[in-house]
T-cell receptor
């Protein structure tokens, strides 16, 4: 069974602070994918990043960076110099080895509500 | 040129009614999904279809019946609506056989059962 744990439920920061959102996952699959999605107050789900289990390279995209560590089963997300527009619910998700449709579903964590105050 | 579209965006109805939500994708994907997001924002898979075949059915009550007339469409019909069915329902699609299971989500349908 797959499981995603986002232990932080709500985080509040002041603009320009750095913030890290934690994600820990469990899976028995040797091939799997990890994702982060953003859900702003408007409600849509916005894809941020996908990482496969064979690629532990960290990634940076502007103010966003991701740290994938298989040894600790973690896929953490850092926002540098946070802005008010970053206020949203952030979901970490996991899917199994694909090419078999039944394994392609996303298992989501419970989400972290990030509030960035001006 | 919306990738994944859902109709309606909002749905308000009385307990006991039957309602449908429609989903269409123009991405050429072969796998489509329904997810339910409850009042606590928790997202959970309900169903998945691959090329019109049901491949995932996650302990959803029989009152929920998905239908996929073709691989670009996945509709969700709900019979005898209950208060607990109030939620946001998201449709998504992907192309898992490419090995890249990025799922594209529709805008969601907010269902309110009174």
């Amino acid at each position: 069974a797959q499981k995603v744990t986002q232990a932080q439920t709500e985080i509040s920061v002041v603009e320009k602070e750095d913030v890290t959102l934690d994600c820990v996952y469990e899976t028995r699959d040797t091939t799997y994918y990890l994702f982060w999605y953003k859900q702003p107050p408007s409600g849509e789900l916005v894809f941020l990043i996908r990482r496969n289990s064979f690629d532990e390279q960290n990634e940076i995209s502007g103010r966003y960076s991701w740290n994938f560590q298989k040894s600790t089963s973690s896929f953490n997300f850092t926002i540098t110099a946070s802005q008010v527009v970053d206020s949203a619910v952030y979901f970490c998700a996991l899917s199994g080895g694909v090419r078999t449709g039944a394994n392609s579903k996303l298992t989501f964590g419970k989400g972290i509500t990030l509030s960035v105050r001006p | 040129d919306t990738a994944v579209s859902q109709t309606p965006k909002y749905l308000v109805t009385q307990m006991g009614n039957d309602k449908s939500i429609k989903c269409e994708q123009n991405l050429g994907h072969d796998t489509m999904y329904w997810y339910k997001q409850d009042s606590k924002k928790f997202l959970k898979i309900m169903f998945s279809y691959n090329n019109k075949e049901l491949i995932i059915n996650e302990t959803v009550p029989n009152r929920f019946s998905p239908k996929s007339p073709d691989k670009a469409h996945l509709n969700l019909h709900i019979n005898s609506l209950e208060l607990g069915d109030s939620a946001v329902y998201f449709c998504a699609s992907s192309l898992p056989k490419t090995g890249i299971n990025e799922q594209f989500f529709g805008p969601g349908t907010r269902l309110t059962v009174l």
